[in-house]
């Protein structure tokens, strides 16, 4: 499927309403044969079959997904969303920040049972549901940030996505985003710093989202735990802090206020926004 998907709010509705609901999160055992959901199907957003697929071809698939786009593809739609809200086009920066550099391999596995330690998925045959993670792509720009399946899927869509180009109000929600950013105190989390992000249009999940796709282009990132911009980073060096609820992507999880902003990271991926 290559056409153009059509974002209007009437084909989004089959696929907002088939997982969520006034009480959150719907888990529907199968698809709703609904006219909505038809519509949405009819429209490039749902799909009535799940991706059959295993470990080596969603790396291959990732991987070619990348190659085939650049920063400014990316950065131009990421900049785009920023007033819209067009959290498709938002999602794909981060995916490929992640997938950019991704090595092409088979499956990986030094001890027996574990998954693959460059890419972090099992072995075998695999079922992937590519509804929810278009879902999770429209209502938030994508939750499972450097997860293999999510990075082909959301890769793939945003060569059919309809494109906007950046206004000069999203260049200026932009600039102020980096500005409070690198301003903040060294006591601010990339948690705690979201209430001071309401320049962007959304709710405090897509603000979220926001920070970690800021983190995996390595824009938020430490000096210990860098993000995807210079290479790589295998899933089982993805460290994550030791507390009960770590509730912010890799490596976003880490930054803080007194690691202000990357702009060499930021020039590459944003070079509007760069000072
Ligand atoms: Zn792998």
Redesign the pocket.
């Known amino acids: 499927m290559s056409e153009t998907y059509d974002v209007s709010p009437q084909s989004l509705r089959g696929l907002m309403e088939t997982y969520w609901g006034p009480r959150g999160w719907r888990t529907p055992s199968r698809l709703p044969e609904t006219p909505a959901v038809e519509r949405a199907i009819a429209a490039g957003l749902m799909f009535a079959e799940p991706w059959t697929t295993s ?2 071809d969603l ?1 291959d698939r990732a991987v070619r997904a990348a190659a085939a786009l650049s920063a400014d593809d990316v950065g131009q739609a990421f900049l785009a969303s920023l007033t819209s809200r067009r959290l498709d086009l938002r999602s794909a920066l981060g995916s490929y920040a992640v997938a950019r550099l991704l090595p092409s ?4 596995d030094p001890f027996a049972g574990d ?7 099992y072995p075998g045959k695999r079922t992937v549901d590519v509804n929810v993670l278009n879902f999770e792509r429209f209502k938030w720009g994508g939750v499972r940030r450097d997860d ?1 399946e999510y990075l082909a899927f959301d890769l793939e869509q945003f060569t059919r996505a309809p494109k906007l180009s950046p206004t000069s109000a999203d260049i200026e929600v932009g600039k102020h985003l980096l500005e409070v950013l690198r301003t903040s105190t060294a006591k601010t989390t990339s948690t705690s710093v979201l209430p001071a992000l309401r320049m962007v249009p959304g709710n405090k999940d897509e603000r979220s989202a926001l920070v970690e796709i800021l983190g995996a282009c390595g824009v938020l990132e430490t000096p210990d735990h860098h993000g995807y911009a210079e290479s790589y980073l295998p ?1 089982d060096q993805r460290e994550l802090p030791v507390r009960h609820h770590v509730d912010t992507a890799y490596p976003a999880c880490w930054w803080t206020g007194a690691d202000g902003v990357n702009d060499a990271n930021l020039a590459l991926f944003l070079p509007q926004l760069a000072t």
């Not at 391999?105 to 990986?108: E, T």
């Not at 998954?115 to 998925?121: D, E, K, Q, Y």
């Open positions: 470990h080596d790396v391999h088979a499956f990986q998954p693959c330690h460059i890419c972090g998925l293999l899933s």
